[in-house]
């Protein structure tokens, strides 16, 4: 699964875009044969969809295959614990909740999509967290609220509080009703 992982890693990071055999192969610091065979190989498997213009074969994400989806998923998730976000937070918010939610953790964001993370804590505190958008290639979206903040955030944005309750824990307890 992490070869297949590691292969399908430039289409994860940029879903919409098409690649080529040879520059997958650089990419990657494989041969191109070596490529070929590994994308026809997740092609069929329906990962990738293969499109041809003016004799050359390119290669893009399938990102309305629900097994890419979760592949992807798979991969977002392990490079947000293995950035050190998820520890950096755990600490300076003195052992709070987090969930990720939003397209990124369902696998249906792009290069232009954001991180949203929820930390309930009762500590406030500013963090730049530009190093951590540098290396995941995606922009940090906190939404930090106090227990009684969360409570007023029912009643003024159920919707946001649904997006959350569908996300995925990472450290804590999350309960949408005590």
Do not use: C
């Not at 990657?28 to 293969?50: A, C, D, P, R, V």
């Not at 893009?60 to 976000?85: G, T």
């Not at 249906?108 to 958008?133: H, P, R, Y």
């Not at 906190?142 to 996300?167: C, D, Q, R, T």
């Amino acid at each position: 699964m992490y070869e297949k992982i590691d292969i399908l890693r430039p289409f994860f990071e940029e879903p919409n875009r098409e690649f080529h055999i040879r520059e997958l192969a650089r990419i990657l610091e494989i041969n191109h044969m070596t490529s070929k065979k590994y994308l026809k190989q997740l092609e069929k498997e329906g990962f990738l969809l293969e499109t041809v213009s003016k004799y050359v074969k390119n290669y893009r994400a399938d990102i309305d295959n629900e097994k890419f989806r979760e592949y992807k998923r798979f991969f977002n998730i392990q490079n947000l614990i293995n950035s050190e976000l998820i520890n950096l937070l755990d600490r300076e918010f003195a052992y709070p909740t987090i969930v990720v939610f939003g397209s990124f953790e369902k696998g249906e964001d792009s290069i232009n999509s954001d991180i949203d993370i929820f930390v309930l804590s009762e500590t406030k505190k500013e963090l730049n967290l530009e190093q951590f958008g540098k290396k995941l290639k995606r922009k940090i979206q906190l939404h930090v609220f106090s227990k009684k903040e969360y409570e007023k955030l029912k009643k003024i944005n159920p919707h946001l509080v649904n997006n959350v309750a569908n996300g995925r824990v990472l450290r804590g307890h999350f309960y949408v009703f005590k």
